[in-house]
């Protein structure tokens, strides 16, 4: 069969059946002349844009309603806010220049569109919410950390039992990351996570606190203990290395603070004395090769 018998076939058709094909086409199409005022509109054109054909009908971009002038434009989306006959709506505008340089514009409704994407980033943002486990470490988020303090404040409370926490902050991580490339970043955060990890006993907690902080949750342990876990983190950090250094070196400048419960305390308040020990804390520098 020939290639070109379809495109052939087209010749058969009258002007009456051409202009139905345009007039039905399940999208809005829009004809601009040359001058650019809108000489002819098809029948779904007013269903899906939502503004009837007298309003654009040898109108121009200035001379039609304001939020539809984008209608002129290619590659164009278009926002119309929730009105009472109407939920909020996009739509998204394409442009074909014809031989006599007028332009078909093409409409098409991309609410349904705009509506799932919404939802899918909505649902992505609570299965984040929801996930307990920080994406590059493997060890515990914000979320997570919290989550295993609660009770065992709550336990702390009502047993009077002994609870530390200790914050480990990584003071010039964003120079790091600028300097070496947020892979390399990645490797740094991921040994950290382990020299934390061989410090743990069974009832430890350890997480990422944020960005560049991690935390560690000592149930049964007093503040002076705490303390001296930080000084063998610390000893640890010196013995750092990640791969394919090539016998470079990065600075590294930590800080920790800590604090033990005390009687009445809620986890608010203990995370605030613990953030103010770190502000206090001093500063260590280490050479990781």
Same mark, same amino acid.
């Given at each position: 069969?020939?290639?070109?018998?379809?495109?052939?076939?087209?010749?058969?058709?009258?002007?009456?059946?051409?202009?139905?094909?345009?007039?039905?086409?399940?999208?809005?199409?829009?004809?601009?002349?040359?001058?650019?005022?809108?000489?002819?509109?098809?029948?779904?054109?007013?269903?899906?844009?939502?503004?009837?054909?007298?309003?654009?009908?040898?109108?121009?971009?200035?001379?039609?309603?304001?939020?539809?002038?984008?209608?002129?434009?290619?590659?164009?989306?278009?926002?119309?806010?929730?009105?009472?006959?109407?939920?909020?709506?996009?739509?998204?505008?394409?442009?074909?220049?014809?031989?006599?340089?007028?332009?078909?514009?093409?409409?098409?409704?991309?609410?349904?569109?705009?509506?799932?994407?919404?939802?899918? +980033?909505?649902?992505?943002?609570?299965? *984040?919410?929801?996930?307990?486990? /920080? =994406?590059?470490?493997? #060890?515990?988020? $914000?979320?997570?950390?919290?989550?295993?303090?609660?009770?065992?404040?709550?336990?702390?409370?009502?047993?009077?039992?002994?609870?530390?926490?200790?914050?480990?902050?990584?003071?010039?991580?964003?120079?790091?990351?600028?300097?070496?490339?947020?892979?390399?970043?990645?490797?740094?955060?991921?040994?950290?996570?382990?020299?934390?990890? +061989?410090?743990?006993?069974?009832?430890? *907690?350890?997480?990422?606190?944020? /960005? =560049?902080?991690?935390? #560690?949750?000592? $149930?049964?342990?007093?503040?002076?203990?705490?303390?001296?876990?930080?000084?063998?983190?610390?000893?640890?950090?010196?013995?750092?290395?990640?791969?394919?250094?090539?016998?470079?070196?990065?600075?590294?400048?930590?800080?920790?603070?800590?604090?033990?419960?005390?009687?009445?305390?809620?986890?608010?308040?203990?995370?605030?004395?613990?953030?103010?020990?770190?502000?206090?804390?001093?500063?260590?520098?280490?050479?990781?090769?």
């Amino acid at each position: 069969m020939d290639k070109n018998q379809g495109y052939l076939q087209m010749d058969q058709f009258d002007k009456a059946q051409l202009l139905n094909i345009l007039q039905t086409n399940p999208m809005g199409m829009m004809l601009i002349s040359p001058q650019g005022e809108v000489v002819w509109v098809n029948d779904n054109f007013p269903v899906i844009s939502g503004i009837s054909s007298l309003q654009v009908l040898g109108k121009n971009e200035d001379t039609i309603p304001s939020e539809y002038r984008n209608l002129f434009e290619d590659e164009a989306t278009i926002y119309l806010a929730a009105t009472e006959n109407r939920a909020d709506t996009w739509l998204v505008v394409s442009s074909q220049t014809m031989a006599d340089g007028s332009h078909l514009q093409y409409v098409k409704d991309a609410t349904l569109v705009r509506q799932l994407a919404k939802e899918r +980033d909505e649902l992505k943002l609570k299965i *984040t919410e929801l996930n307990q486990v /920080d =994406n590059v470490t493997g #060890l515990l988020n $914000p979320r997570g950390l919290f989550q295993a303090l609660e009770p065992q404040v709550s336990r702390s409370r009502r047993y009077e039992n002994m609870l530390s926490v200790l914050i480990m902050r990584l003071e010039n991580l964003p120079d790091i990351q600028q300097r070496v490339g947020s892979d390399k970043r990645d490797q740094l955060l991921i040994a950290i996570g382990h020299i934390l990890n +061989d410090q743990m006993r069974w009832a430890d *907690t350890i997480g990422r606190l944020s /960005d =560049n902080e991690f935390m #560690l949750i000592l $149930p049964e342990t007093p503040e002076d203990i705490a303390g001296q876990l930080a000084e063998k983190i610390g000893a640890r950090l010196e013995e750092l290395s990640l791969p394919d250094m090539n016998g470079e070196q990065l600075d590294l400048y930590t800080r920790f603070g800590m604090a033990q419960w005390k009687k009445g305390e809620d986890v608010k308040l203990l995370m605030q004395r613990a953030r103010a020990s770190l502000d206090q804390g001093n500063e260590i520098h280490v050479k990781v090769a």
